[in-house]
């Protein structure tokens, strides 16, 4: 936990630096920061145990852990607030309500906000606890969607 709480702010701010251009950080950080989090699952449990070529049959899953019940799909963010965060890598309006129609949580959650000089937050959500608020706000109130 330590390690974590000293290396991962560093590694995700190596992050933004690479993926900006004139200022403004790009949205390819996102997968930058996944590749980060899945380096540090394979430091944790070995190369053998984390599972990195994902069938295209898990279209949210990031990472498997051999041995877990779940594939886990790896969400970040950075600044205050839960606004932001992508649930599909899209641009078509009609395709963002096509995938909200038919969602359900497919796979446990590791949720990472970087809020810079304060502190940030890093969960992990299992599916089972997904499910239950999924099932009980109904997909109307699970999403907040947001034209951009």
């Known amino acids: 936990m330590s390690k974590i709480k000293r290396k991962l702010p560093y590694l995700f701010r190596i992050a933004e ?6 200022g403004h950080t790009g949205m390819e950080v996102g997968s930058l920061r996944e590749r980060i989090m899945v380096a540090l699952l394979i ?3 070995g190369k053998e145990n984390v599972i990195t070529n994902i069938p295209i049959t898990f279209p949210e899953a990031d990472v498997i852990l051999k ?3 779940n594939p886990i799909s790896i969400k970040t963010k950075s600044g205050k607030g839960l606004g932001g965060v992508k649930i ?3 641009v078509d309006w009609q395709k963002v309500e096509e995938f909200v129609k038919d969602y359900t949580p497919t796979c446990d959650l590791i949720f990472i906000q970087v809020v810079w000089n304060n502190t940030g937050v890093f969960s992990y959500v299992p599916l089972k606890v997904q499910r239950e608020i999924f099932n009980s706000y109904g997909v109307q109130r699970y999403f907040r969607l947001l034209m951009g």
């Not at 630096?17 to 004139?22: F, K, N, Y």
Request: zero cysteines; a neutral charge.
């Open 67 to 69: 041995g877990h019940d």
């Open 43 to 45: 430091y944790k449990f």
């Open 88 to 90: 599909v890598w899209t």
């Open 17 to 22: 630096i690479e993926s900006s251009r004139g």
